[in-house]
T-cell receptor
């Protein structure tokens, strides 16, 4: 159990277009989901915390108008990269939080590799 | 959240124990130590966590010093599939947020 999927796994887009990435918890309900980005050979950087039915909480330095997050249901959160530019090319990873063994454990998706031309 | 310090890289022979250290000298009383690993181009995978007692599961053991200022993740019999970046993270009791540091890149060789 506790599987998190992401779609698409890879996407290539032209500069100036918007890209939507979906994160789904397949076998559990997640009131909280998280979005990270990771540049090559770097660590994961938390972008935002997504709570079902409310506005996302963004980390310092992350533009909320650039990275739109919607958490419409307990199993789905989406990240839309608006007006993408080459510097937005990165590996985007989501996670979903679930109570397991007495603590809230984060289960991570497989990631989405975005390339902006 | 408390900051952690890990060596950037380590090697381990297949079949031997891999001992990955982590310093978290500023950890506070209600913060947990979590370990995740990330195999190349995949999402991170939970390994183990603990507060002050040593913990063991099917993947690894976690040894936390008595003063809680450091810990060691032990993979008892490393395999080639354990090659990954291992992240030690200190997480507050009242938060779900995970702040990743730079981790340790473990290379298991035949």
């Amino acid at each position: 159990g506790a599987v998190v999927s992401q779609h698409p796994s890879r996407v290539i887009c032209k500069s100036g277009t918007s890209v939507k990435i979906e994160c789904r918890s397949l076998d559990f309900q997640a009131t909280t989901m998280f979005w990270y980005r990771q540049f090559p050979k770097k660590s994961l950087m938390l972008m935002a915390t997504s709570n079902e039915g409310s506005k996302a909480t963004y980390e310092q330095g992350v533009e909320k108008d650039k990275f739109l997050i919607n958490h419409a249901s307990l199993t789905l959160s989406t990240l839309t990269v608006t007006s993408a530019h080459p510097e937005d090319s990165s590996f985007y990873i989501c996670s979903a939080s679930r109570l397991a063994g007495g603590h809230n454990e984060q289960f991570f998706g497989p990631g989405t590799r975005l390339t902006v031309l | 959240d408390a900051k952690t310090t890990q060596p950037p890289s380590m090697d381990c022979a297949e079949g031997r124990a891999a001992n990955l250290p982590c310093n978290h000298s500023t950890i506070s009383g209600n913060e947990y130590v979590y370990w995740y690993r990330q195999i190349h181009s995949q999402g991170p995978q939970y390994i183990i966590h603990g507060l002050k007692n040593n913990e063991t599961n099917e993947m690894a053991s976690l040894i936390i010093t008595e003063d809680r200022k450091s810990s060691t993740l032990i993979l008892p019999h490393a395999t080639l599939r354990d090659t990954a970046v291992y992240y030690c993270i200190v997480r507050g009791y009242n938060t779900d947020k995970l702040i990743f540091g730079t981790g340790t890149r473990l290379q298991v060789f035949p």
